[in-house]
């Protein structure tokens, strides 16, 4: 089980981390959030599996709060 939590915990700083080197300007509408989680999401498959909640809900969850913030 703790391999499981470090692989989601990873994924999640992963994600973060390529979304905060985005631009402000390419951070800003729902459209921008929505195309980069579900690829995420897709990229990180494997990491997020054992979740109760899909992985694109998780990922928009974690980028919301950042939209556009500097």
Known sequence: MPDVVKKQRDARRKII??????????????????????????ENK????NSRR???EKIMGWLLPRAARR
């Open 54 to 56: 899909d992985p694109y």
């Open 46 to 49: 494997n990491a997020l599996v």
């Open 17 to 42: 981390r390529q979304w905060m080197k985005l631009p402000a300007d390419k951070r800003r509408s729902m459209a921008e959030i929505s195309v980069f989680a579900k690829a995420a999401a897709q």
